[in-house]
């Protein structure tokens, strides 16, 4: 260990380890035969959660325990939360107390009550009897401990909050804003425990079925060695750059989050060699600590993983996955682009050396790595052509020919991998550092790509459910992990093939340990959220929250995202990620969309959702309690607190972005083709580097203030030409409300009109008005066209009235909050129909002739200051 100068302590190795192991696995590791038995505890969750995600699960399981899977997956996260982490700091370590024991089998025994209990719940229609209410009221109570202790104590305190809520929700000292008429015990543990409201809910059930695989097979590809492989490829290719370890640390961080859903994890796994490393060539401790917050914690939002939230998201927006990840992809790689051009910059700036003495071409780099990562992409979906051929080939046989094919090509892999040695971790402190050849390791893992082939050939191409196709990416690593070291020692003419397959046996096992270990506390998050989750269906606080923020923001939505984002900011400083999304995207997603309807803005869902998400994941950043910062902290022996600053600024982008596309949704690529896809691509990238380079205060050379300002302006420009164009053509012409009807029979289908509507509010009676997109479809005349959507409309004492949309209709849930039956009728307010006007894409030409005027002043400046310096 070393002291550091900024004052802080660095942690050894083991120091780390232990550190990661109390956030994300439990700190606790009793010997002897109750850490075995802790083991096979582990291990026979994830071997259970595997089988659930089967094909076979409905042959191989039970009825009733496929049916009741999310009660035996909380009750094994809540004996392992007891078992593994420690009460208090004081609490010992290595044995379990004996009230941890008792309180370790009574919160499994509760869990799975519901399933002990099933029939008598179903004969009493989900109604807690007074055996049930106190049963479930313990199971509360031991739950929020289990997630104090797993999570930190903001997470049980904000649930009890809630609880309390639901409970005293009609008392005076309750602010009469948010005022309710309460409920008895009966009621609210039949909502929150018995039913599937509340813990048992949504949040709980993606842990159960998708979550969990996941997590396992980020752990199994980090035991086989996938993560080790990332950071020396990314290292390679760009050690030997200026600023090269802080750009491979982000490269190699972006590769570790594909497979890792833990930030904090990600710090001290990629931080350990590249901190260091980046130290070693100029970087301050606090930068460089800071260069690996911001690029671990972005490693939540890059697909397909994304923590757990991608998961969640569907479940709650009511898209497909692969809907949610394309929404997800753009933003997740401009921003991590950004964060590659903000370390050049430091190094550019601060005339950092390069490391080593390899002589490397930028642009070639930049070429091979983009062709690199074409290429994968390409192979991802180009593997579907021979697919088919082979299904149309032999159909009945097609899954065992592709099975072999797929053995084949691993072990070709294989082959290739066995004639360079093993990688080993390097030392970052060594007195001379050498590089990885890039032309030689990548031979060694290139069998770790299968796996992820097979993964996003299910999810993208086939369109399997994210649980099946992460089955069979894991069942892949299975075989890779017993396979992999013995198959290698064959093809290397060793003798100890035998001690080889019992060292992958081992991996398999540890691997296996460590995702159900990693799951604890996601586990336990979304159960708790759903004590949230369950007190907003069951008191309409939502609504009232809807109240709040609109009198809080006065309407403005601008306002009201700052407000959001602020939330959860604060909720995320003592929350996991995907609690925080949880609880403020239940609480504010549906607010944001209701209010922003309400000014004009018609919001889409997802890009709500990804909003709060994009903010939680900052409170990792975030002082005072930015984990990952303090994590980068222990590494680097900076100061945490600067640390938490110095990433918090160059995480601006990551802030900047869910604003940009709240209002400018090309960017999350809704409704948008295949070249206008790339064309946003482009612009966007071109988009967050001008924005990085204003706020860095260096484009070519240092930048003056005015060209600071015009760079954030053209970086505005570039993220929203509707805002300009806006300014010198109206986006929308206005439709003769009596001639509604016949524009809407004369419009050609996929036109958007955008409906204004007053009328009554179901709730409280007040008349409000709501901004509505109708997109018209098929039909021959405008009424059949609007009877599609669920609308009849007409004309009626001088007003346009709009009677009750069917059931099942689309227009039927989005106009559900009106009163059809109130003394005032529903009616059109203005009809404003899409205007014929010139592209917004024009906006680019001033803005980047703008970009090109300031690069030729600041190239003249730089060729004089070079010049005076020579």
Not at 40 to 67: E, H, K, R, T, Y
Request: charged letters at 15%; hydrophobic letters at 55%; proline letters at 5%.
């Amino acid at each position: 260990m070393t002291e550091d100068k900024a004052g802080g302590r660095q942690l050894s190795e083991e120091e780390l380890q232990e550190l990661v192991a109390a956030t994300d696995a439990g700190g606790r590791n009793p010997v002897g035969p109750v850490g075995t038995m802790l083991a096979v505890i582990a291990f026979v969750w994830s071997a259970f959660q595997v089988i659930l995600a089967s094909p076979i699960s409905n042959n191989v399981l039970p009825g009733d325990i496929v049916n009741n899977s999310r009660q035996i997956h909380l009750a094994f996260a809540i004996f392992l939360a007891f078992m593994a982490y420690p009460a208090l700091a004081s609490s010992p370590r290595h044995r379990i107390p004996v009230q941890d024991w008792i309180m370790a089998l009574v919160g499994a025994f509760i869990a799975l009550y519901g399933f002990f209990f099933y029939e008598k719940i179903v004969a009493s229609g989900g109604l807690a009897d007074d055996t049930d209410k106190w049963v479930a009221l313990i199971g509360l109570i031991l739950l929020f401990e289990a997630a104090r202790r797993a999570l930190g104590p903001a997470m049980a305190v904000i649930a009890t909050i809630f609880l309390l809520y639901v409970f005293f929700g009609s008392s005076e000292w309750v602010p009469e804003v948010i005022r309710w008429k309460g409920a008895t015990l009966k009621k609210a543990m039949s909502h929150m425990w018995i039913t599937s409201e509340g813990v048992f809910g949504i949040a709980l059930g993606v842990s159960t079925k998708f979550v969990f695989l996941f997590v396992l097979f980020g752990a199994l590809l980090e035991k086989a060695g996938a993560g080790n492989y990332f950071i020396k490829m990314a290292f390679g290719a760009l050690g030997a750059l200026r600023g090269g370890p802080a750009k491979a640390a982000v490269v190699g961080s972006a590769a570790t989050g594909l497979i890792s859903g833990s930030s904090i994890a990600n710090v001290v796994t990629t931080g350990t060699f590249t901190i260091p490393l980046m130290k070693r060539v100029g970087f301050s401790s606090e930068k460089a600590g800071a260069v690996e917050v911001a690029s671990s914690v972005n490693g939540q939002i890059m697909p397909p993983v994304m923590g757990a939230a991608a998961f969640l998201m569907v479940e709650y927006v009511g898209i497909s996955y692969v809907e949610v990840i394309k929404h997800a992809f753009l933003p997740a790689v401009i921003s991590y682009i950004a964060l590659v051009y903000i370390v050049h910059l430091e190094a550019v700036k601060n005339r950092m050396p390069t490391l080593g003495d390899k002589a490397v071409n930028l642009g070639r780099t930049i070429g091979g790595m983009a062709l690199f990562f074409a290429g994968f992409a390409a192979l991802c979906y180009g593997v579907q052509y021979p697919v088919r051929w082979i299904v149309a080939m032999v159909p009945e046989g097609a899954g065992w020919v592709l099975a072999l094919l797929t053995l084949v090509a691993y072990v070709a892999l294989l082959w290739l991998a066995a004639q360079e040695p093993d990688l080993e971790s390097d030392d970052p402190n060594a007195p001379q550092v050498e590089l990885p050849d890039v032309s030689h390791i990548y031979k060694t893992g290139l069998y770790y790509l299968l796996p992820i082939i097979v993964l996003v050939y299910f999810l993208m191409i086939e369109q399997k459910s994210p649980g099946l196709s992460a089955f069979w990416a894991t069942f892949l690593l299975f075989f890779i992990l017993l396979t992999q070291r013995p198959i290698k020692a064959v093809f290397r003419g060793e003798s100890e093939v035998a001690n080889a397959f019992r060292a992958g046996v081992t991996d398999f096992v540890h691997g296996m340990i460590d995702g159900a270990r990693n799951m604890i506390g996601i586990a336990l998050a979304t159960a708790t959220a759903g004590v949230i989750v369950g007190t907003v269906t069951l008191t309409g606080v939502g609504q009232v929250m809807a109240d709040l923020v609109e009198f809080l923001s006065g309407g403005n939505l601008i306002l009201m995202l700052v407000f959001v984002a602020l939330l959860s900011l604060v909720l995320g400083m003592g929350l996991p990620t995907t609690a925080n999304y949880i609880v403020v995207s239940s609480l504010m997603a549906g607010v944001v969309v209701q209010l922003g309807a309400q000014s004009g803005l018609i919001v889409p869902l997802i890009a709500v959702h990804l909003f709060v998400f994009y903010f939680g994941i900052m409170a990792d950043v975030t002082p005072p309690v930015g984990l990952a910062s303090f994590a980068a902290a222990a590494v680097s022996g900076g100061d945490a607190i600067r640390t938490g600053f110095v990433a918090f600024f160059y995480s601006l982008r990551t802030v900047a972005l869910p604003f940009v596309f709240i209002f400018n949704t090309d960017l999350l690529l809704i409704d948008v083709g295949w070249v206008q896809g790339i064309i946003v691509f482009v612009v966007s990238t071109v988009g967050i580097l001008v924005f990085t380079a204003g706020t860095m205060g260096w484009f070519v050379t240092r930048s003056r203030i005015w060209e600071t300002v015009a760079l954030l302006l053209i970086a505005f420009a570039l993220f929203r030409p509707g805002f300009f164009m806006d300014q010198v053509q109206d986006p929308w012409r206005e439709v003769p409300l009596d001639r509604f009807v016949e524009e809407v029979g004369a419009a050609a289908p996929g036109t958007q009109m955008r409906l204004v509507v007053a009328g009554p509010d179901f709730d409280t009676g007040n008349m409000k008005e709501t901004h509505f997109t109708l997109e018209i479809g098929e039909g021959a005349t405008g009424d059949e066209r609007l009877e599609a959507l669920g609308l009849v409309v007409f004309e009626e004492d001088g007003l346009m009235k709009i009677e009750e949309p069917f059931p099942g209709k689309p227009f039927f849930e989005k106009m559900q909050n009106y009163d059809f039956y109130g003394d005032d009728p529903v009616h059109l307010v203005s009809v404003l129909e899409e205007a014929d006007r010139l592209p917004k894409e024009l906006v680019f030409i001033p803005a980047l002739l703008l970009l090109g005027l300031i690069a030729w002043l600041q190239s003249r400046r730089a060729a004089r200051t070079e010049e005076a310096m020579a």
